[in-house]
């Protein structure tokens, strides 16, 4: 079992930076990927970027070169620094992480931590 909490949303203009972090209820490193998913109101939830083990990213074309995945091995987080947010970046965004083992695939959620934003 894996418990994830985000933090770190708000209310911000557009052009500005948020970041947001996930703190995983046991080590980052027994947990295969990690990543950000959001999803706007009326709409589906999407990727925004994952981090795997071995340190592979995969990054939303709509995010690449302004949101940057990174983890803390120290503090057991996953981060999303989020820099010139655009209105459209507006969204809950959820932190999840997959456990894959020999006999099966987990995948976990957290709540979910809204961004907001506007001018």
């Known amino acids: 079992q894996v418990q994830l909490v985000e933090s770190g949303g708000g209310l911000v203009q557009p052009g500005g930076s948020l970041r947001l972090s996930c703190a995983a209820s046991?080590?980052?490193?027994?947990?295969?990927?990690m990543g950000w998913y959001r999803q706007a109101p009326g709409k589906q939830r999407e990727l925004v970027a994952t981090?795997?083990?071995?340190?592979?990213?995969v990054y939303a074309d709509s995010v690449k070169g302004r949101f940057t995945i990174s983890r803390d091995t120290t503090q057991n987080t996953v981060n999303l620094q989020m820099n010139s947010l655009k209105l459209e970046d507006t969204a809950v965004y959820y932190c999840?992480?997959?456990?894959?083992?020999?006999?099966?695939?987990?995948?976990?959620w957290g709540q979910g931590t809204q961004v907001t934003v506007s001018s």
């Open positions: 981090l795997s083990n071995g340190g592979t990213t």
């Open positions: 999840k992480g997959v456990v894959i083992t020999l006999l099966r695939r987990a995948d976990y």
């Open positions: 046991r080590s980052i490193s027994t947990i295969n990927t």
